[in-house]
């Protein structure tokens, strides 16, 4: 069985960073893409970023392009999503999720495997 599990989430001020992490089991976590998405109150969940398998390919929602960076250490079984420069805006539950087909979609229909979320709350 295959489980997510989010960390790192939490209140910051405008401005500041926060890094998530997605540790995940069951599955070998090298032959999957991952991906991060987010949902805030009142809105649909909507795609932050992935990363391809060997973590040579990512790609970026225009919103937090420049100010998040998404990476992946195999060996851990472990992404994570370095957010820089938050906005509150970006408050919103993050959820990272398992892509078992394509390398650079942003269709959240593609993920088949979700965790539970964090929470990331900014301030202004």
């Known amino acids: 069985q295959v489980q997510l599990v989010e960390t790192g989430g939490g209140l910051v001020q405008a401005g500041g960073s926060l890094r998530l992490s997605c540790r995940a089991s069951?599955?070998?976590?090298?032959?999957?893409?991952m991906g991060w998405f987010r949902q805030a109150p009142g809105k649909e969940r909507e795609f932050v970023a992935t990363i391809s398998r060997s973590g040579g390919s990512t790609v970026y929602a225009d919103s937090v392009k420049d100010r998040f960076t998404i990476s992946r250490d195999n060996a851990k079984n472990t992404v994570y999503l370095q957010m820089n420069s938050l906005k509150p805006e970006d408050t919103a539950v993050y959820y990272c999720?398992?892509?078992?087909?394509?390398?650079?979609?942003?269709?959240?229909?593609?993920?088949?495997?979700w965790g539970r979320g964090t929470q990331v709350t900014v301030s202004s």
């Open positions: 069951g599955r070998t976590f090298s032959s999957y893409s």
């Open positions: 999720a398992n892509n078992p087909t394509f390398s650079r979609s942003s269709d959240e229909a593609t993920y088949d495997y």
